[in-house]
T-cell receptor, first 114, second 113 residues
Framework: AQSVTQPDIHITVSEGASLELRCNYS??????LFWYVQSPGQGLQLLLK??????LVQGIKGFEAEFKRSQSSFNLRKPSVHWSDAAEYFC????????????FGAGTRLFVKA | SQTIHQWPATLVQPVGSPLSLECTVE??????LYWYRQAAGRGLQLLFY??????ISSEVPQNLSASRPQDRQFILSSKKLLLSDSGFYLC????????????FGNGTRLTVT
């Protein structure tokens, strides 16, 4: 069965610094991978997705993620963090059994300090 | 454009009382619909999903049920709430194709007292 691991429960970065959030997945074939962001008390918003093709995918709000099959990773990056990026970030993998059961990681909460 | 509405935003209910949370989607037809529950530090747990009217799949045995009386309406219910039903409930929709991205509502914070 698929699984997603986000090793960092929370991360603190300074405003303007670069960011990398880690995500490792377990999947039998080429995975469908997603990153979502959640502001406090809100629903989740899709940042980016990877299905196939170029392993570096661009998303909204200046985020990008790189798929590395050899490392089973799909890390999220941003070159310069803004205070408004403080939120919780979820990595997710699509279902390989029929398509409807997206599996989410436990999330990484990002704190941004001035 | 497509929108998803979920209500109420917050709800406080006593143990043993019934529950009804409603979710509607606009601007699309025949969406896949989902109910997730989110516990602090534990990610999202899929409770139910539906690929069509009257078609409900349950992922976790529990005190809750779901119904889809119309194409773009998804309801989460309980006859008698338990303390353990407290949590943040999220409705979501996706296109009919496999592994389409999810689009979430703003959630309902349910506190059972």
């Amino acid at each position: 069965a698929q699984s997603v691991t986000q090793p960092d429960i929370h991360i603190t970065v300074s405003e303007g610094a670069s960011l990398e959030l880690r995500c490792n997945y377990s999947y039998g074939a080429t995975p469908y991978l997603f990153w979502y962001v959640q502001s406090p008390g809100q629903g989740l918003q899709l940042l980016l997705k990877y299905f196939s093709g170029d392993t570096l995918v661009q998303g909204i709000k200046g985020f990008e993620a790189e798929f590395k099959r050899s490392q089973s990773s799909f890390n999220l990056r941003k070159p310069s963090v803004h205070w408004s990026d403080a939120a919780e970030y979820f990595c997710a993998v699509g279902d390989d059994t029929g398509g409807f059961k997206t599996i989410f990681g436990a999330g990484t909460r990002l704190f941004v300090k001035a | 454009s497509q929108t998803i509405h979920q209500w109420p935003a917050t709800l406080v209910q006593p143990v043993g009382s019934p529950l009804s949370l409603e979710c509607t989607v606009e601007g699309t037809s025949n969406p896949n619909l989902y109910w997730y529950r989110q516990a602090a530090g534990r990610g999202l747990q899929l409770l139910f999903y539906s690929v069509g009217i009257g078609q409900i799949s349950s992922e976790v045995p529990q005190n809750l049920s779901a119904s889809r009386p119309q194409d773009r309406q998804f309801i989460l219910s309980s006859k008698k709430l338990l303390l353990s039903d407290s949590g943040f409930y999220l409705c979501a929709w996706s296109e009919g194709a496999d592994n389409s991205p999810l689009h979430f509502g703003n959630g309902t914070r349910l506190t059972v007292t």
